[in-house]
T-cell receptor, first 110, second 112 residues
Framework: NAGVTQTPKFQVLKTGQSMTLQCAQDMNHEYMSWYRQDPGMGLRLIHYSVGAGITDQGEVPNGYNVSRSTTEDFPLRLLSAAPSQTSVYFCASSGNSPLHFGNGTRLTVT | SQELEQSPQSLIVQEGKNLTINCTSSKTLYGLYWYKQKYGEGLIFLMM?????EEKSHEKITAKLDEKKQQSSLHITASQPSHAGIYLCGADSGGSNYKLTFGKGTLLTVNP
């Protein structure tokens, strides 16, 4: 039972490049969320989904897109990376249970 | 929006000592979650509190939610190096455990 799997673990991008952070869960959880963690700022919610085909914005959604075509997958897309998006990104899922987190993707934008 | 303030921001203790971390909310807490994070890893769920006055324990860690449901404390008894890490409290806005608001975390160092 893998839980929540995030790929890649590390990524370096140049300003303006695009990329997708992958997130998959194998627990059949209904809810999935993306957070970013920055020093001194704690964890902040980017986007979340309450089921396949349903997504909504969190506290800091600008510059990010999401989609939820299946229950298992919830990718996060950066269309045009900016240095302000340098962060550690965590994907999480939950059902009738507390949030279960992946191990994160450390993204650096130069 | 709900804000969570954690104190202290960092804590260094000698192995064997007891310690307490606090989490204060700007609004009434419907659900309060404690997580632990080791550097470079994801968050590990510790405990969840929902009822005013509730107290839960797991091994040497005890968490409490005060009667007014605006503050929680995490107490570690006889700390060990394995307790070192970042402790974060998270709160839901009423039945939404998938969109938690988090405090900024408390960095715990336990010296052997």
């Amino acid at each position: 039972n893998a839980g929540v799997t995030q790929t890649p673990k590390f990524q370096v991008l140049k300003t303006g490049q695009s990329m997708t952070l992958q997130c998959a869960q194998d627990m059949n959880h209904e809810y999935m969320s993306w957070y970013r963690q920055d020093p001194g700022m704690g964890l902040r919610l980017i986007h979340y989904s309450v089921g396949a085909g349903i997504t909504d914005q969190g506290e800091v959604p600008n510059g990010y897109n999401v989609s939820r075509s299946t229950t298992e997958d919830f990718p996060l897309r950066l269309l045009s990376a900016a240095p302000s998006q340098t962060s550690v990104y965590f994907c999480a899922s939950s059902g009738n249970s507390p949030l279960h987190f992946g191990n994160g993707t450390r993204l650096t934008v130069t | 929006s709900q804000e969570l303030e954690q104190s202290p921001q960092s804590l260094i203790v000698q192995e064997g000592k007891n310690l307490t971390i606090n989490c204060t909310s700007s609004k009434t807490l419907y659900g309060l979650y404690w997580y632990k994070q080791k550097y470079g890893e994801g968050l590990i769920f510790l405990m969840m509190l929902q009822k005013g006055g509730e107290e839960k324990s797991h091994e040497k860690i005890t968490a409490k939610l005060d009667e007014k449901k605006q503050q929680s404390s995490l107490h570690i008894t006889a700390s060990q190096p394995s307790h070192a890490g970042i402790y974060l409290c998270g709160a839901d806005s009423g039945g939404s455990n998938y969109k938690l608001t988090f405090g900024k975390g408390t960095l715990l160092t336990v010296n052997p």
